[in-house]
């Protein structure tokens, strides 16, 4: 139980740090040699940890408002690693469209156990639905 709350916590500081827009606590999230895949969603990409930081750093200023929720996070532990798969909820405001958006869907985990906690080694990001998505007949 204190693996699976210790997961939790990890999964709110990923989607703080996003939020926030702070890359360093966004950081914290993941293992160094991470790979990161964003792109089920609108324009996104997947590379390495820097890569990712480098492209939401720059793509993430241009939206004044988001705020991810995370939750019904299933985790399957096996000793040092876990996999794990959390429905997300994000509300969002793009400039030039009218009222706010919302998109929903899955993030796909494979943790390890460090010696600094949990980190995620991977994250498949399965954006399942955008409702006022301003990119659908793009």
């Not at 360093?24 to 390495?48: K, L």
Request: net charge negative; glycine share 6%.
């Amino acid at each position: 139980m204190l693996d699976e709350a210790e997961i939790r916590r990890l999964l709110t500081r990923y989607c703080a740090a996003v939020d926030d827009r702070d890359w360093e606590r966004y950081r914290t999230v993941f293992t160094r040699d991470a790979w990161i895949d964003y792109t089920s969603a609108p324009h996104g990409e997947a590379g390495t940890l820097d890569d990712t930081v480098d492209w939401l750093s720059t793509n993430l200023v241009l939206l004044p408002m988001t705020m991810h929720c995370v939750m019904n996070v299933d985790a399957t532990i096996d000793g040092d690693t876990a996999t794990v798969r959390a429905q997300f909820y994000n509300p969002l405001k793009i400039p030039g469209v009218e009222g706010a958006s919302f998109c929903g869907g899955y993030y796909n985990h494979e943790l390890v156990r460090t010696e600094n906690g949990w980190r995620s080694r991977k994250l498949v990001e399965d954006n399942v639905w955008f409702e006022n998505n301003p990119f659908v007949n793009e």
